[in-house]
T-cell receptor
Framework: DSGVTQTPKHLITATGQRVTLRCSPR?????VYWYQQSLDQGLQFLIQ???????AKGNILERFSAQQFPDLHSELNLSSLELGDSALYFC???????????????FGNGTRLTVT | TQLLEQSPQFLSIQEGENLTVYCNSSSVFSSLQWYRQEPGEGPVLLVTVVTGGEVKKLKRLTFQFGDARKDSSLHITAAQPGDTGLYLCAGGPGGYQKVTFGTGTKLQVIP
């Protein structure tokens, strides 16, 4: 158990709809990362938050947005959904501190989004 | 943008065989991590290497960080079906900066 909780586990929705994915990071971790993984592909970085503030942005579509709340949980909002948005969405958390090397990422088990 | 290329992309071998997976970049990383992902689950960290030339062993898995800290390899000895999964390398510049994930190597070990 990584300590990272993602809900819901599965989500089936129609094109044009909006959904919210939720992530609770591991206790003590200040950074939250969101990744998208399409079938049999690698992880595409979407966005990173550190202690409530956006830290880095990847190839995140304008239809997607995220935020990290004061209690450090994070939500990823996906709107105007398209068939191509069907994928696994992973949240990861990390201790991230001032260091010469990167802290390990601890991943949740993902939310499988199916857009029909 | 730091890019990490992994090879091979797919690997299907018989139980008991040895294999090596490579992770290459033109960028220098302060550290490099290896993860394994099983179907339906999130990636799980296997190891972090931080020093150029460093070699780390985890049972039958041997990880090496290149001298110039631009590449890494993962060698599995006597592969077992339980080694089946997607292997991902990830590198970063350190501190609060985000890590970049490699393209992944999908390994299937046939009993």
């Amino acid at each position: 158990d990584s300590g990272v909780t993602q809900t819901p586990k599965h989500l089936i929705t129609a094109t044009g709809q909006r959904v919210t994915l939720r992530c609770s990071p591991r206790s003590g971790d200040l950074s939250v990362y969101w990744y998208q993984q399409s079938l049999d592909q690698g992880l595409q970085f979407l966005i990173q938050y550190y202690n409530g503030e956006e830290r880095a942005k990847g190839n995140i579509l304008e239809r997607f947005s995220a935020q990290q709340f004061p209690d450090l949980h994070s939500e990823l909002n996906l709107s105007s959904l398209e068939l191509g948005d069907s994928a696994l969405y992973f949240c990861a958390s990390s201790r991230d501190r001032q260091s010469s090397y990167n802290s390990p990422l601890h991943f949740g088990n993902g939310t499988r989004l199916t857009v029909t | 943008t730091q890019l990490l290329e992994q090879s091979p992309q797919f690997l299907s071998i018989q139980e008991g065989e040895n294999l090596t997976v490579y992770c290459n970049s033109s960028s220098v990383f302060s550290s490099l991590q290896w993860y394994r992902q099983e179907p339906g689950e999130g990636p799980v960290l296997l190891v972090t290497v931080v020093t150029g030339g460093e070699v780390k062993k985890l049972k039958r898995l041997t990880f090496q960080f290149g001298d110039a800290r631009k590449d890494s390899s993962l060698h599995i000895t006597a592969a077992q079906p339980g080694d089946t999964g997607l292997y991902l390398c990830a590198g970063g510049p350190g501190g609060y900066q985000k890590v970049t994930f490699g393209t992944g190597t999908k390994l299937q070990v046939i009993p």
